[in-house]
C-alpha cells in the first residue's frame, strides 16, 4: 500500500511549528499506543500497532530539521527502498518503535506523556513486554554515473534473524509455550525497597521470560530459547537519481528480529558516493576541467570531452583565452526528472621541454605579433604607464 504522507499522519499542516508537530505525535502516540488496546480483538491490535509505528515513524522525520527538509524536497523517496524513487533521506532515519534500538512498546505513558497530559499511570506494568529488534546500519558505496541516473543495488549483510527451528518462538519443536511462573505471565516483578521516602514498590521486568509473560516447555536447542539466530540476509533496494553522501534510506524489518519472537527493526542504508577521477559535483551539476594544447587555443578547432553519457565534442573557438568556460545542457545529474548541466573549464596548457629549434621558432612568431594580437596585455601596459605617470613627477 502506498505511504501516507507524514504530515496527513501527524494531523499538521506543512507549515507547522516544532512545538505543534510534538503536541500533534503526542496526542496521536498516546491514541494509538499498544497499552490502550491491551484486551483489545487481535485485529485490533494489529491495526493500533501499525498506526503506532506509522506515527513515530513520521514525528522522527518531521521533527528533525535536516530530516524534514529532505522530505519537503523529496517525499517518502528520501526514506524508503522497494519502489520507483525509493531512497534518500539524509544523514540519520528511523522507523516506528525502532528510533535506534529504543522500545516504545516498553515505555510508561505516564513518563512519557505526563507532562502534556496531565500525568497518570500507564497498564505497561500489568502488560509482558513485546520485544522490539535492533535497527541495523549499512554503508553503501556508490559512483557518481550510478546516482547520475539512479540504480538498483543487490547487497547483503549479517542479521540476527528467527530462528529457523522454533520459528521465533523459542520452544522446541512439539513444544508449546507456557505461562511463566515467576511473574504469572504480567512480565514483570514487584519489589519493595526502603529510601528516605519511605518504602516503594518498584517494577522490574522479569529476568526468566525476559517481560513476555511466557516461556518454552522447552527451549529449542538451536537458539537456547532466545527465538533468533544469526542469518546472512540479501536484499535489492531501489536507488533513486540525485541522492548525496550521508542521505539514505529505510529498509523495513530488515533489521534484528526481536527476542521471543518479537518483531523485526529496520535496516538503515546510508549512501557514499565516491570521488570520481574526472568530474566534481556541485548540487545537480557536475564540472570537468579539459586541457588543450596552445595551438588548438590559438587557431581553434574541435576537442572531444567525457560526459557521463559518454563521449561528447565541443568547438573551441580562435583565440580562446585560458579559463574559458563551456556548458552542456542536460548532461549533469538527473533528479526528480531534470537533469543538470557539465560545466567545462578550458586549461591551455603551455608546452614544456622545447628544443632550440622550437624556442627560436616561437621567438620568430612573438616578434611578427603586434597590438592587434595581444589587445589584452597591450591594455594593461597602456595603464601601468598611465599608473607609473605621477610617481614621474
Do not use: W
Request: with cysteine; net charge neutral.
Amino acid at each position: 500500500m502506498a505511504k501516507r504522507d507524514y504530515y496527513e499522519v501527524l494531523g499538521v499542516p506543512k507549515d507547522a511549528s516544532e512545538s505543534d508537530i510534538k503536541k500533534a505525535y503526542r496526542k496521536a502516540a498516546m491514541k494509538y499506543h499498544p497499552d490502550k488496546f491491551a484486551n483489545s480483538s487481535e485485529a485490533e491490535k494489529k491495526d493500533a500497532e501499525d498506526k503506532f509505528k506509522e506515527i513515530n515513524e513520521a514525528y522522527e522525520i518531521l521533527s528533525d530539521p535536516q530530516k524534514k527538509a529532505a522530505y519537503d524536497q523529496y517525499g517518502h523517496a528520501a526514506f524508503e527502498a522497494g519502489g520507483p524513487g525509493g531512497a534518500g533521506g539524509f544523514g540519520g532515519f528511523g522507523q516506528g518503535g525502532g528510533f535506534g534500538g529504543f522500545d516504545f512498546g516498553d515505555v510508561d505513558l505516564g513518563d512519557i506523556f505526563g507532562d502534556f497530559f496531565g500525568g497518570g499511570r500507564s497498564r505497561r506494568s500489568q502488560e509482558p513486554k513485546v520485544h522490539q529488534g535492533s535497527d541495523l546500519r549499512y554503508n553503501l558505496e556508490l559512483t557518481l554515473e550510478e546516482v547520475a541516473f539512479g540504480v538498483e543495488k543487490e547487497i547483503k549483510y549479517k542479521r540476527n534473524g528467527k530462528c529457523h527451528t522454533c520459528h521465533g518462538s523459542g520452544a522446541e519443536p512439539g513444544h508449546s509455550m507456557k505461562t511463566c511462573d515467576k511473574c504469572n505471565g504480567s512480565g514483570h516483578i514487584r519489589t519493595q525497597q526502603r529510601s528516605i521516602f519511605g518504602i516503594q514498590t518498584v517494577m522490574h521486568e522479569c529476568d526468566q521470560c525476559h517481560g513476555t509473560g511466557k516461556i518454552p516447555e522447552k527451549a529449542c536447542s538451536t537458539c537456547r530459547g532466545t527465538g533468533v539466530e544469526k542469518e546472512v540476509v540479501t536484499r535489492k533496494i531501489k536507488i533513486p537519481a540525485g541522492v548525496e553522501t550521508g542521505q539514505g534510506l529505510i529498509v523495513r524489518d530488515g533489521g534484528d528480529a526481536g527476542k521471543n519472537d518479537g518483531v523485526y527493526g529496520d535496516l538503515r542504508v546510508f549512501f557514499i558516493v565516491k570521488e570520481h577521477e574526472i568530474f566534481k559535483r556541485n548540487g545537480n551539476d557536475i564540472y570537468c576541467e579539459v586541457p588543450i594544447g596552445m595551438t588548438t587555443a590559438v587557431l581553434g578547432g574541435e576537442v572531444e570531452v567525457p560526459t557521463i553519457d559518454g563521449k561528447s565534442k565541443i568547438k573551441i573557438p580562435e583565440g580562446t583565452q585560458n579559463g574559458k568556460v563551456f556548458r552542456l545542457r542536460e548532461k549533469g545529474i538527473n533528479h526528480s526528472g531534470r537533469r543538470g548541466s557539465e560545466i567545462i573549464t578550458i586549461k591551455v596548457e603551455t608546452p614544456t621541454n622545447l628544443t632550440d629549434k622550437q624556442k627560436k621558432i616561437l621567438e620568430e612568431f612573438d616578434e611578427s605579433l603586434g597590438k592587434k594580437n595581444y589587445k589584452e596585455s597591450h591594455s594593461f601596459m597602456e595603464k601601468i604607464k598611465k599608473f607609473f605617470k605621477k610617481f614621474d613627477n
